[in-house]
């Protein structure tokens, strides 16, 4: 059993939709990659065990306005990633891309 999911482009808000299962573990979507981690393509049968998936809006399948308009798309990539877990504690990616900015002060 799959859903349809709809994932909004950051940079022009075009929609894309992907089959997925109905126990997903999505955190975020960002205009760059989180450090370290690995994406898969959207259409790779083992995308689900990556990090997360890489998307080119308008070139990785139907692209739509939010009314479900066809549109085109801009062509820049976007990142949708999972909840990353090691030895049952979930994991932040180093520094976080997501959730605002973050300040480390070491002294």
Known sequence: MTVTVRY???HCNAMVSLERPPDL???SVTKIRQPGWEYANPDD???ESADGIEF???EDGSVTDLEGEPVAGCGRPFYLNFVRYEQGVELEPEPP???GPRFDFNG
């Open 45 to 47: 049968p083992d995308r």
């Open 8 to 10: 909004t482009c950051p």
């Open 25 to 27: 573990a999505d955190r």
């Open 97 to 99: 891309t997501y959730g």
């Open 56 to 58: 080119v809006c308008g």
